[in-house]
């Protein structure tokens, strides 16, 4: 039994030992990180990195987490404080292992993300916590009306008691998975990861004081509160607003969004509303929602911001329950981040009159994914492959928008076309850019990508896309973007709602969107013709005529 959960005893630290140990914490998470991902089965996380690793202190706030995916932040912080609710931290030993995903039990936002997280003991007291985050592509070809449909719902439970496996739970997760291979293994580079975080911590702590880390944990987290209060109190007071729509194909028709922004002194509160929770897996959880708000906030006020529980304190999040934008149980989750994709583009849009030098158009505003799942010709063994595509990044007050790239909340990468066609029954028959499909203005945005697939097996297919029906808007006279589109060919049935079968021969296309431009295209054409007199592409006499 540990004597005490929380030590007691604090000590001022001096700055320069407090941004040592910060950065000694950052480079902790990125070798959690690197560690899980080398570690790992799955193409999911060793080759697209869908996985995110972090620290906490004792009380559950983040006091570091790795620049992987932000999303990933909503899972952390709803975990350890529904760890702490059941179970007693004076019960804990070191070595016990904790895992969740659940979206109303566990602090989770879909159930492919499993948490795990162990305590960190340091002369025989919990000090803070380990925790990692990996996406087990694995429950494919469901339904979404309801979260039951979605997969293996996993309240916080020790997977590991005092260092031993508790085979029981393991054997119960695994029997409720597709690819059993690919989880174990996957499983396993999580343990490896918090693992190696914890024995990392416990030797700061060795090195500079268990006391002394502690405090300077604290010091990090109010040094990020206040470098958010003095970004924020930059911003011209005032109550900013902004409205969009959404559109996915478990969906007819769009959903209607809006966000009222108030900026106050040194405070700023953020209120959503969005149409009831609907029947499919684009709903978002309060925790999803705290995570979108955090990174817009983080990435339009100042960037630098240590990424700790401390910048949340001056921001005030709000959106009715029950909605699209708030929901509670039963609502289906799998594919909420498309929907928090497009409450940064709502954030975005709200403040680019209060700081247009910081804000970019509209992006893709998806997480366009697509999942195959089958059976391997040579052995009838099941397999499933998810994967996400990037689109066009809206333009900026500078520059062009980035193109073909995972935007906000989402940070993969795609798989190699070799290690597609290793591993899977699929050939990539084209993968581009979409030319044309950046929103023009005195700064493009970026272009979408078009990524078309053949079927090599029959197997089950699901597409999660968006702005097929509004193109992502363009600021200050920049146009739209291109709107994104499913093809399918060779005989392929129509997918209903996202999903279908291809049989083998069949293919699947899939564009997803640019993104706006950002000023008048009219003005990009005469700073064009400046610059191609400048660099001798053009004489002045030619130029004046024109």
């Known amino acids: 039994?540990?004597?005490?959960?929380?030590?007691?005893?604090?000590?001022?630290v001096d700055p320069i030992t407090v941004e040592v140990i910060g950065s000694a914490l950052s480079s902790i998470t990125e070798e959690m990180g690197e560690a899980l991902i080398r570690?790992?089965?799955?193409t999911n996380i060793k080759e697209r990195r869908d996985c995110s690793t972090a620290l906490f202190d004792v009380h559950g706030n983040t006091l570091c987490q790795a620049e992987h995916i932000p999303m990933h932040?909503?899972?952390?912080?709803?975990?350890?404080?529904?760890?702490?609710?059941?179970?007693?931290?004076?019960?804990?030993?070191?070595?016990?292992?904790?895992?969740?995903?659940?979206?109303?039990?566990?602090?989770?936002?879909?159930?492919?993300?499993?948490?795990?997280?162990?305590?960190?003991?340091?002369?025989?007291?919990?000090?803070?916590?380990?925790?990692?985050?990996?996406?087990?592509?694995?429950?494919?070809d469901r339904g979404h009306a309801h979260i039951y449909q979605e997969g293996l719902r996993i309240p916080p439970?020790?997977?590991?008691?005092?260092?031993?496996?508790?085979?029981?739970?393991?054997?119960?997760?695994?029997?409720?998975?597709?690819?059993?291979?690919?989880?174990l293994s996957d499983l396993r580079a999580q343990m490896a990861a918090n693992r190696l975080g914890v024995q990392r911590m416990q030797a700061l702590c060795a090195k500079y004081g268990r006391d002394v880390v502690l405090a300077?944990?604290?010091?990090?987290?109010?040094?990020?509160?206040?470098?958010?209060?003095?970004?924020?109190?930059?911003?011209?007071?005032?109550?900013?607003?902004?409205?969009?729509?959404?559109?996915?194909?478990?969906?007819?028709?769009?959903?209607?969004?809006?966000?009222?922004?108030?900026?106050?002194?040194d405070e700023m509160r953020l209120h959503f509303e969005g149409p009831p929770q609907v029947r499919a897996g684009l709903n978002m959880t309060y925790t999803a929602l705290l995570s979108t708000v955090y990174y817009a906030a983080k990435t339009l006020v100042d960037p630098t911001i240590l990424p700790n529980a401390g910048l949340a304190r001056p921001l005030h999040v709000t959106a009715p329950e029950g909605t699209v934008v708030n929901c509670v149980h039963p609502a289906a989750v799998n594919g909420r981040l498309g929907m928090c994709q497009r409450v940064v583009d709502l954030i975005h849009g709200a403040l680019a009159a209060a700081v247009p030098e910081r804000v970019i158009a509209a992006t893709n505003g998806a997480c366009t994914s697509i999942t195959f799942a089958g059976h391997q010709p040579h052995d009838n063994s099941l397999w499933v492959y998810l994967e996400t595509i990037g689109g066009g990044s809206g333009?900026?007050?500078?520059?062009?928008?980035?193109?073909?790239?995972?935007?906000?909340?989402?940070?993969?990468?795609?798989?190699p076309v070799e290690a597609l066609e290793i591993e899977y029954p699929l050939t990539?028959?084209?993968?581009?850019?979409?030319?044309?499909?950046?929103?023009?203005?005195?700064?493009?945005?970026?272009?979408?990508?078009?990524r078309v697939?053949?079927?090599?097996?029959?197997?089950?297919?699901?597409?999660?896309?968006?702005?097929?029906l509004s193109a992502p808007w363009g600021l200050f006279g920049g146009l739209p973007g291109g709107t994104a589109t499913v093809v399918l060919s060779g005989g392929a049935v129509p997918f209903d709602h996202g999903s279908g079968a291809l049989r083998k021969g069949e293919i699947v296309e899939v564009v997803t969107a640019g993104s706006g431009g950002y000023g008048s295209p009219v003005k990009r054409d005469k700073e064009a013709v400046r610059r191609d007199v400048a660099e001798g592409r053009l004489d002045v006499a030619t130029a004046s005529s024109g």
């Open 157 to 183: 439970i020790r997977l590991y008691c005092a260092g031993e496996l508790q085979r029981d739970v393991q054997e119960l997760i695994l029997l409720n998975c597709q690819v059993p291979r690919e989880r």
């Open 73 to 140: 932040l909503g899972s952390f912080i709803g975990l350890i404080p529904h760890i702490m609710k059941r179970h007693p931290m004076e019960q804990m030993r070191p070595g016990d292992v904790f895992c969740g995903n659940d979206a109303y039990e566990g602090g989770g936002t879909h159930l492919p993300d499993i948490v795990l997280a162990e305590p960190i003991f340091v002369e025989g007291r919990i000090i803070g916590w380990a925790v990692n985050l990996a996406h087990h592509a694995d429950f494919a």
């Open 216 to 265: 300077a944990g604290d010091a990090l987290q109010d040094y990020a509160e206040r470098k958010m209060r003095a970004g924020i109190a930059a911003i011209p007071d005032g109550t900013y607003r902004f409205a969009d729509r959404y559109d996915c194909p478990e969906i007819d028709g769009e959903l209607d969004l809006s966000c009222e922004i108030s900026v106050a002194g």
């Open 428 to 450: 990539l028959l084209r993968y581009e850019l979409v030319d044309g499909s950046g929103g023009p203005g005195t700064y493009r945005g970026g272009m979408g990508l078009r």
């Open 1 to 12: 039994m540990n004597d005490v959960a929380v030590p007691i005893s604090r000590v001022v």
């Open 453 to 468: 697939y053949r079927a090599e097996a029959d197997c089950r297919v699901r597409v999660d896309i968006a702005r097929r």
């Open 395 to 415: 333009a900026r007050a500078t520059k062009d928008g980035l193109d073909g790239v995972h935007v906000h909340l989402t940070n993969t990468s795609n798989l």
């Open 39 to 42: 570690a790992s089965y799955s």
